[in-house]
């Protein structure tokens, strides 16, 4: 499965029955990859489409679907599993080789950077039963090793990789604002043709952060990181200053209003408090 690192799974010895259910999962991978009809694929997962576990062969889950339409782009079949099956498409799945579980839909979203399909995810959230379950899918880690992103949220990997539009995604419907640092050292390494998505990253976070800590140890390099993040920012962020008035005004707007921000006009876009 593309969402597993390959290096566990070729020492997986498999019997007769384990390749036959491999083959037919294949198949159903391609099929998705080729952007099937959604009844085709429905009829394939419920009929001929199978996955070993526990020792007995199952069907494939509505959850595991989803995983495929991530990873080959099939809006309509994600909008349809996740309008039939709503969180239930979103559900913890169980690593079968190690039998931990893990929470791969949303970071998968983000590392293929599928920001339709991640769109309707967080909206299907909105159906959970509870605001703790809500935040359990919005913020949760993969805890298993075999999973790539393992140990990382969803938001920590958008900020790493340079995905704003996902972290906006993320943010605006209530996720934790987490990784403030790697946010500024991916800001320091990326080469030039990344620097304005971890810009916007960056701010993104600075706005929807309740209270940014206090970064003295960025006065140890100065000129670097004032050139990078404007004088002002740089004196909040150090706890030599009060954010600057537009920040503040636009923090103001991202707790009130998180849904306005993608629509400001150029002048008042995050990087111009800088």
Request: proline letters at 6%; aromatic letters at 8%.
């Amino acid at each position: 499965m593309p969402w597993l690192l390959s290096s566990q799974v070729d020492h997986v010895s498999l019997s007769p029955s384990q390749r036959q259910c491999e083959r037919t999962a294949f198949s159903f991978y391609c099929a998705v990859r080729e952007q099937l009809p959604i009844w085709l694929l429905e009829d394939m997962r419920s009929m001929e489409v199978f996955c070993w576990e526990d020792g007995h062969p199952r069907a494939f889950l509505p959850s595991e679907a989803l995983l495929y339409a991530l990873v080959h782009d099939h809006r309509d079949y994600a909008s349809y599993l996740l309008n039939r099956y709503s969180v239930s498409a979103l559900r913890v799945l169980r690593c079968s080789f190690c039998c931990r579980s893990g929470a791969p839909h949303l970071n998968v979203a983000v590392r293929y950077d599928r920001v339709s399909i991640l769109g309707t995810m967080v909206e299907t959230l909105k159906d959970c039963n509870t605001q703790s379950e809500r935040r359990e899918f919005l913020d949760a880690c993969g805890g298993c090793s075999h999973v790539t992103d393992a140990g990382k949220t969803a938001v920590q990997l958008a900020v790493e990789l340079s995905r704003p539009d996902c972290l906006l995604l993320l943010l605006v419907h209530g996720a934790q604002p987490d990784g403030l640092d790697v946010a500024l050292q991916t800001l320091v390494s990326c080469n030039v043709s990344q620097q304005r998505d971890a810009q916007r990253c960056l701010d993104l976070l600075l706005l929807f952060l309740p209270k940014p800590p206090t970064l003295r140890h960025l006065q140890e390099e100065p000129q670097r990181w004032q050139s990078l993040l404007g004088n002002e920012v740089f004196c909040w962020l150090c706890g030599l200053a009060p954010p600057p008035l537009l920040l503040q005004a636009l923090r103001c707007l991202a707790r009130f209003g998180p849904d306005q921000i993608s629509t400001l006009p150029d002048f008042l876009q995050l990087h111009s408090w800088q």
